[in-house]
């Protein structure tokens, strides 16, 4: 059993959308530092930002988007918007090549052109793979065995999703980026700008082919009035203090969705208002409690995702002092290695679930080895071994740079092992925060749960940026010099590597306590 032609479709599709993402974001700190002249810390923080702002958006145009469009426009449009963004980007590269004196303008058009990357992918991304998913209901197939087979089609439409999304992101980060660095980064912009452009031809040729939600489905609910709906039944509600909790009926909703009749049937009646209009203010209480009991664990999750802004950033900057050359000609691009995570992730994945929970069910006797939370606590203490292990390769480096007064002699491939080591931690948490929020939602609240995982990153991401302005104005208060500086040779990146350790060190810690006293849905189901 495969898959469809417009599932094989929008998985290019998707691919295409990774590979011109990744070959702006990649390298996007090379671009700041080296043509907009940009200082190291500004740049970084520029990138955390807007790679923040980029992940949070999908929150906001996710519901308009299914409230007010069906998915097929909604990609049809921020696509474009998507195409503006990029050739915008493209000409900054061209002004600052021909036109260097005009930085003013240059810089404020870099600034809209981001923005509209942001947008458009923000509104294309979550339709793209709402829409995909779409392609897997036909209606073609008899009732019996299409229930039989949607499970096992759906994982594997998932699977090869992943596989299309990684390998855009690593031809992306591997031929952009050398691309950039040879070339130059007008033909560098230019090419991620026609990748979508292609994209959207691919995407309009399929329209005959694709299955397409009834108006009904589509408008179904309209989640943007809804939200509106409960924000002013639940004001009134608190004005006349009639505010009502259902404690102990918190998922009968779910289960008269799933069609099971596991409770009497005043209860369902009783409750059926509660889906049916979500405007009732104890659903709004209802998710309020669901949301607050996950917050700490969220919360937890965070510097796991500041970790992961520095490859971006920081990391880069460290290769490009290091020693990057194969051969007499050729030299590697330092963005190149954020391959290796990718890489890491497609080889490994897996060898997760035919190796080590096998191994693992073998030690602990348990039938699925370790749980979800025990996932992402391994993947955090990961993490951690990561930035223990840059920082020790950056002292190292330091210490050479005091002899050499540009490239330090010391090969860039002792970065890679930090590079695997956040391509495997990705396997362990990444993985688990989507089941851990999936499973700890009532289905009313499936969308709730993506908006949670995806808004850790986002928020993440604005926290790197954060902290290193708190770390900037205190560093250089005793003698003016940040740690980081301009010159490599006198940055302290080790310094900010070893806080991340020990914030994040003191966040695992934290999370293993909260896992101690945290009780998941199912337990919950089981007391009562």
Same mark, same amino acid.
């Given at each position: 059993?495969?898959?469809?032609?417009?599932?094989?479709?929008?998985?290019?599709?998707?691919?295409?959308?990774?590979?011109?993402?990744?070959?702006?974001?990649?390298?996007?700190?090379?671009?700041?530092?080296?043509?907009?002249?940009?200082?190291?810390?500004?740049?970084?923080?520029?990138?955390?930002?807007?790679?923040?702002?980029?992940?949070?958006?999908?929150?906001?145009?996710?519901?308009?988007?299914?409230?007010?469009?069906?998915?097929?426009?909604?990609?049809?449009?921020?696509?474009?918007?998507?195409?503006?963004?990029?050739?915008?980007?493209?000409?900054?590269?061209?002004?600052?090549?021909?036109?260097?004196?005009?930085?003013?303008?240059?810089?404020? &058009?870099?600034?809209?052109?981001?923005?509209?990357?942001?947008?458009?992918?923000?509104?294309?991304?979550?339709?793209?793979?709402?829409?995909?998913?779409?392609?897997?209901?036909?209606?073609?197939?008899?009732?019996?065995?299409?229930?039989?087979?949607?499970?096992?089609?759906?994982?594997?439409?998932?699977?090869?999703?992943?596989?299309?999304?990684?390998?855009?992101?690593?031809?992306?980060?591997?031929?952009?980026?050398?691309?950039?660095?040879?070339?130059?980064?007008?033909?560098?912009?230019?090419?991620?700008?026609?990748?979508?452009?292609?994209?959207?031809?691919?995407?309009?040729?399929?329209?005959?082919?694709?299955?397409?939600?009834?108006?009904?489905?589509?408008?179904?609910?309209?989640?943007?009035?809804?939200?509106?709906?409960?924000?002013?039944?639940?004001?009134?509600?608190?004005?006349?203090?009639?505010?009502?909790?259902?404690?102990?009926?918190?998922?009968?909703?779910?289960?008269?969705?799933?069609?099971?009749?596991?409770?009497?049937?005043?209860?369902?009646?009783?409750?059926?208002?509660?889906?049916?209009?979500?405007?009732?203010?104890?659903?709004?209480?209802?998710?309020?409690?669901?949301?607050?009991?996950?917050?700490?664990?969220?919360?937890?999750?965070?510097?796991?995702?500041?970790?992961?802004?520095?490859?971006?950033?920081?990391?880069?900057?460290?290769?490009?002092?290091?020693?990057?050359?194969?051969?007499?000609? &050729?030299?590697?691009?330092?963005?190149?290695?954020?391959?290796?995570?990718?890489?890491?992730?497609?080889?490994?994945?897996?060898?997760?679930?035919?190796?080590?929970?096998?191994?693992?069910?073998?030690?602990?006797?348990?039938?699925?080895?370790?749980?979800?939370?025990?996932? %992402?606590?391994?993947?955090?203490?990961?993490?951690?071994?990561? %930035?223990?292990?840059?920082?020790?390769?950056?002292?190292?480096?330091?210490?050479?740079?005091?002899?050499?007064?540009?490239?330090?002699?010391?090969?860039?491939?002792?970065?890679?092992?930090?590079?695997?080591?956040?391509?495997?931690?990705?396997?362990?948490?990444?993985?688990?925060?989507?089941?851990?929020?999936?499973?700890?939602?009532?289905?009313?609240?499936?969308?709730?749960?993506?908006?949670?995982?995806?808004?850790?990153?986002?928020?993440?991401?604005?926290?790197?940026?954060?902290?290193?302005?708190?770390?900037?104005?205190?560093?250089?208060?005793?003698?003016?010099?940040?740690?980081?500086?301009?010159?490599?040779?006198?940055?302290?990146?080790?310094?900010?590597?070893?806080?991340?350790?020990?914030?994040?060190?003191?966040?695992?810690?934290?999370?293993?306590?909260?896992?101690?006293?945290?009780?998941?849905?199912?337990?919950?189901?089981?007391?009562?």
């Amino acid at each position: 059993m495969g898959l469809s032609k417009s599932c094989i479709m929008l998985i290019v599709i998707a691919g295409k959308e990774r590979f011109a993402f990744k070959g702006v974001a990649s390298n996007l700190v090379t671009y700041l530092t080296d043509v907009v002249k940009m200082r190291n810390s500004s740049a970084a923080k520029t990138v955390n930002s807007w790679c923040g702002f980029t992940s949070m958006l999908p929150l906001l145009l996710a519901p308009l988007a299914d409230s007010y469009w069906d998915r097929y426009s909604t990609i049809l449009a921020f696509s474009f918007i998507y195409v503006v963004g990029l050739v915008a980007l493209t000409s900054t590269a061209f002004t600052w090549e021909w036109y260097p004196t005009n930085k003013i303008s240059s810089s404020s &058009f870099l600034f809209w052109s981001l923005c509209l990357i942001s947008l458009g992918q923000g509104g294309y991304n979550p339709s793209l793979q709402a829409f995909g998913a779409d392609q897997l209901d036909s209606d073609n197939e008899l009732p019996t065995s299409k229930d039989d087979k949607k499970s096992s089609k759906k994982s594997l439409f998932f699977k090869w999703w992943y596989f299309g999304v990684c390998s855009g992101s690593l031809l992306g980060v591997t031929v952009m980026s050398y691309i950039q660095d040879t070339f130059g980064w007008v033909l560098g912009f230019a090419i991620p700008s026609i990748a979508m452009v292609t994209s959207i031809a691919f995407f309009s040729f399929g329209s005959r082919i694709y299955i397409y939600k009834s108006d009904d489905e589509i408008m179904h609910g309209k989640p943007f009035q809804n939200i509106v709906q409960v924000i002013k039944v639940a004001a009134s509600k608190l004005k006349k203090s009639q505010t009502v909790l259902p404690l102990e009926k918190s998922d009968v909703v779910e289960l008269e969705l799933q069609g099971k009749p596991l409770c009497d049937e005043q209860n369902l009646n009783g409750n059926k208002a509660l889906d049916e209009n979500p405007g009732n203010s104890s659903y709004l209480v209802e998710n309020a409690r669901i949301i607050l009991r996950l917050l700490p664990i969220w919360t937890m999750l965070l510097m796991f995702a500041v970790i992961f802004q520095q490859p971006a950033t920081f990391f880069t900057k460290q290769g490009m002092t290091m020693k990057r050359n194969i051969g007499s000609n &050729f030299k590697i691009p330092p963005a190149t290695l954020q391959s290796a995570i990718t890489v890491s992730i497609i080889l490994l994945m897996p060898l997760y679930d035919t190796i080590l929970i096998p191994i693992i069910q073998f030690i602990t006797r348990g039938e699925k080895g370790i749980n979800v939370m025990q996932r %992402m606590g391994i993947g955090m203490f990961l993490s951690i071994v990561a %930035m223990v292990i840059a920082a020790t390769v950056e002292t190292k480096r330091l210490q050479m740079s005091k002899q050499h007064s540009e490239t330090v002699p010391l090969s860039i491939f002792w970065l890679l092992p930090q590079y695997i080591l956040l391509g495997i931690s990705d396997i362990f948490t990444v993985v688990g925060m989507q089941e851990f929020f999936y499973n700890e939602v009532p289905i009313r609240m499936r969308t709730m749960a993506f908006a949670l995982y995806t808004s850790v990153f986002g928020v993440g991401s604005f926290l790197s940026a954060l902290l290193i302005s708190v770390i900037e104005v205190f560093s250089s208060a005793r003698d003016g010099q940040s740690w980081f500086s301009d010159d490599m040779s006198k940055a302290r990146l080790d310094l900010f590597y070893w806080v991340l350790a020990l914030a994040s060190a003191l966040s695992l810690l934290l999370y293993v306590i909260l896992c101690k006293f945290f009780k998941s849905r199912s337990d919950l189901d089981n007391r009562k």
